[in-house]
């Protein structure tokens, strides 16, 4: 059987917990001493990878893990290494937004680069809510992709992958290479002791820039506004149909 060599894609976001604020221009949230994480969805899909690598100890020859973004993003690499992923790289791009299209062609270069046959990403972002790397990767690499992946499992050169849909689970199989983004059941990602933690820190990072790996970052959507949501209506209990009429009028909704 063909050796596996997983990448793993991940994305700095605001941490989970917290409830986004409104930046005062109404062009997206406001990151300002913010409590920043990995994303939920990326988090699943590196445990998903260190399960693998756990399972097949024989086969996997590599796990990497890679994030785009500023040199913050360092704290999830380390963070993932801590858990159990074996080496971490960190595309740099400054303060540079990067949309799903640009996410795409700089995972694409360094999959190339790094020969992997195997990508796992999280389904989306919770940040821009996108769900649009993975398919944009696999497109470009010409590799079948699995989305809302629930299962992943290995039948000699085939990866087979449960995904739920409307009304029950879909089961699909390909032969390697393949993209598969994760969904919230395929796994609960584990917690890293302190001893792992403390040598995560001092473990060597890879390095790259979008000018390395021959990629140019260029954005083709703006935001035009960003907007809270609609708080909802409390429920109002009336005793008759004519009390019912006089409330919709009242709410103006008749």
């Known amino acids: ?18 409830k986004p604020r409104i930046n005062p221009a109404k062009t997206g949230v406001d990151l300002t001493g913010q409590k920043m994480s990995i994303n939920p969805f990326c988090d699943i899909a590196v445990e998903e990878a260190i399960r693998i690598k756990e399972a097949h100890k ?7 893990v890679v994030t785009a973004g500023p040199s913050a993003s360092e704290q999830i690499l ?7 992923i074996q080496r971490a790289s960190l595309i ?32 989306q972002a919770i940040d821009d809510d ?14 079948p992709q699995f989305t809302s992946a629930s299962k992943v499992a290995f039948e000699g050169e085939n990866v087979i992958v449960t995904r739920e849909i409307d009304g029950g689970a879909e089961t699909l199989s390909s ?14 990602p584990r917690f890293a002791n302190l001893a792992k933690v403390m040598k ?55």
């Open 58 to 64: 024989d086969r996997v020859e590599d796990t990497l």
């Open 130 to 143: 996108a769900h649009q790397t993975g398919g944009m990767l696999a497109a470009m690499l010409g590799w």
């Open 78 to 84: 380390r963070q993932s290494l801590a858990k159990g």
């Open 200 to 254: 995560a820190r001092k473990a060597p990072l890879g390095k790259s820039t979008p000018e390395e790996l021959g990629v140019a970052i260029k954005n083709r959507l703006q935001t035009l506004s960003v907007e809270e949501p609609v708080s909802k209506r409390q429920n109002i209990m009336v005793k008759n149909v004519d009390e019912f009429v006089k409330t919709l009028k009242e709410l103006k909704a008749l």
């Open 92 to 123: 740099d791009v400054g303060d540079k937004e990067l949309e799903p299209l640009s996410v795409a062609k700089l995972l694409k270069a360094t999959v190339e680069k790094e020969k992997s046959n195997l990508v796992i990403l999280g389904k």
């Open 175 to 188: 032969p390697l290479p393949a993209v598969i983004t994760t969904d919230l059941r395929l796994n609960v």
């Open 1 to 18: 059987m063909s050796k596996l060599r997983v990448l793993v894609g991940v994305k700095r976001t605001l941490d989970y917990m917290l």
